[in-house]
């Protein structure tokens, strides 16, 4: 994946201000919400985020997905609120909510399982 093109995505699609989010190797994002989240934290923060909460349990709430159209693609939502997962259009065949729900799922649960931090940003 082009780290550049989806820290871009990520800067458009994100409406929380100021709040600190890292980006996965995988198109999955982890924004760092609540009070008093100190930036220098918050690659750990989103790693601990995503270990805890973002490996698929098939029959468990973290394998329920939702799907929102964004430009350039999609938005895969999941049981929790602050991770998110980016498929862009030229990622799958069939477009439909199923295809582009279960691609954004696997890659969620490949990033929970690498934990590979490829970008954060944060507001100081």
């Known amino acids: 994946m082009d780290v550049d093109a989806l820290v ?8 929380v201000p100021g709040a600190p989010w890292a980006l996965y190797t995988h198109g999955t994002c982890v924004v760092v919400t609540g009070a008093d ?23 468990s709430p ?35 909510p199923l295809t582009v729900g279960l691609l954004g799922r696997t890659r969620r649960d490949q990033d929970a399982e690498e934990l590979r931090v490829v970008h954060v940003e944060a507001t100081r």
């Open 8 to 15: 871009g995505t990520w800067r458009r699609l994100l409406t």
């Open 37 to 59: 989240r100190p930036p220098d934290s918050a690659a750990a923060r989103a790693v601990a985020v995503l270990r805890a909460a973002g490996p698929v349990r098939v029959g």
């Open 62 to 96: 973290s394998a329920d997905f939702g799907v929102i159209d964004v430009a350039q693609g999609w938005v895969v939502t999941c049981h929790h609120p602050d991770i998110l997962t980016f498929v862009a259009e030229g990622d799958v065949a069939d477009p439909g």
